[in-house]
């Protein structure tokens, strides 16, 4: 494995209507916006194959039971199936058991598309409860996706963080490993029409997501950018024309695609001395 590696996790949440639902917006009109997803993710997996880019799709349990020959498609695709919760409802607001149960039933519905218990979770809405690490860990998986302390290197997640006025006492770090996020690497909310916001020039965008892998190429021999997509956003065709673009401007910038679960793996690889 060459010394320097600047890898790229093209991350895709297939919320579908799961998210709309978490929102309570259950109206035909609000199904069917969750609905283009599916259309989208036809799209997606159009241009992975073209460019022969393995993927990571963060896939609740409730758009795996409703879509379950689009989530089989991405899984014979060959593409990682990561878990996203069984609804799009935040751990935060759960008991420890309801957490749980969400944890088992999401991997239930992950191993009847894709055969095997996702390695990898996100959680919807990016917001963990104190259990949250622990659970997973005691579930099996080896990564997390949904916190933002550094922008390009994976990093142990802590349990037990006690947050007082004085000063944040920190817990212990983890087997558990971090693949950060951001909300500025998200499609959501430069494109997603809510609340008046979102619909920006996607070229915008594109550069200042370039604009942060470039910065990564100057600073680090080695590191992973994850960028996260939800295909009822990125799906539309302008801004399938500028993910396809993004690629492209990456792949010449010297980028190795690889799926969350593989940059996890070389990460802690390289992590022992
Ligand atoms: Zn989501």
Same mark, same amino acid.
């Given at each position: 494995?060459?010394?320097?590696?600047?890898?790229?996790?093209?991350?895709?949440?297939?919320?579908?209507?799961?998210?709309?639902?978490?929102?309570?917006?259950?109206?035909?009109?609000?199904?069917?916006?969750?609905?283009?997803?599916?259309?989208?993710?036809?799209?997606?997996?159009?241009?992975?194959?073209?460019?022969?880019?393995?993927?990571?799709?963060?896939?609740?349990?409730?758009?795996?039971?409703?879509?379950?020959?689009?989530?089989?498609?991405?899984?014979?695709?060959?593409?990682?199936?990561?878990?996203?919760?069984?609804?799009?409802?935040?751990?935060?607001?759960?008991?420890?058991?309801?957490?749980?149960?969400?944890?088992?039933?999401?991997?239930?519905?992950?191993?009847?598309?894709?055969?095997?218990?996702?390695?990898?979770?996100?959680?919807?809405?990016?917001?963990?409860?104190?259990?949250?690490?622990? !659970?997973? %860990?005691? *579930?099996?998986?080896?990564?997390? /996706?949904?916190?933002? +302390?550094?922008?390009?290197?994976?990093?142990? $997640?802590?349990?037990?963080?006690?947050?007082?006025?004085?000063?944040?006492?920190?817990?212990?770090?983890?087997?558990?490993?971090?693949?950060?996020?951001?909300?500025?690497?998200?499609?959501?909310?430069?494109?997603?029409?809510?609340?008046?916001?979102?619909?920006?020039?996607?070229?915008?965008?594109?550069?200042?997501?370039?604009?942060?892998?470039?910065?990564?190429?100057?600073?680090?021999?080695?590191?992973?950018?994850?960028?996260?997509?939800?295909?009822?956003?990125?799906?539309?065709?302008?801004?399938? !024309?500028? %993910?396809? *673009?993004?690629?492209?401007?990456? /792949?010449?910038?010297? +980028?190795?695609?690889?799926?969350?679960?593989? $940059?996890?793996?070389?990460?802690?690889?390289?992590?022992?001395?």
């Amino acid at each position: 494995m060459p010394n320097t590696r600047h890898l790229v996790c093209l991350s895709f949440d297939f919320d579908a209507v799961s998210l709309w639902m978490a929102w309570d917006l259950t109206s035909q009109t609000n199904i069917s916006r969750g609905e283009f997803g599916v259309v989208g993710v036809e799209r997606i997996l159009k241009l992975l194959k073209r460019h022969d880019i393995q993927a990571t799709f963060f896939v609740p349990g409730v758009t795996a039971k409703t879509y379950p020959e689009c989530c089989g498609d991405i899984a014979d695709a060959g593409h990682e199936i990561s878990h996203h919760g069984y609804t799009h409802v935040s751990p935060v607001t759960m008991s420890y058991q309801e957490e749980l149960d969400a944890l088992r039933r999401g991997n239930e519905a992950i191993r009847r598309i894709s055969g095997r218990d996702a390695v990898g979770y996100r959680s919807p809405a990016w917001d963990l409860s104190p259990n949250s690490v622990n !659970l997973l %860990l005691q *579930e099996g998986f080896i990564y997390d /996706s949904s916190m933002m +302390a550094h922008d390009y290197m994976p990093y142990r $997640a802590r349990s037990g963080d006690v947050v007082q006025s004085d000063a944040i006492r920190f817990g212990e770090e983890t087997d558990l490993i971090e693949m950060p996020i951001s909300w500025s690497n998200d499609d959501f909310p430069h494109f997603e029409y809510v609340r008046g916001g979102g619909l920006q020039n996607a070229d915008h965008v594109m550069a200042n997501w370039l604009g942060d892998f470039r910065f990564m190429i100057a600073d680090t021999d080695w590191g992973v950018m994850t960028y996260t997509f939800h295909p009822f956003v990125i799906g539309r065709g302008h801004r399938m !024309l500028m %993910l396809a *673009e993004f690629i492209n401007r990456l /792949s010449d910038l010297g +980028a190795d695609f690889v799926t969350a679960e593989t $940059a996890v793996r070389e990460f802690k690889q390289k992590e022992i001395p």
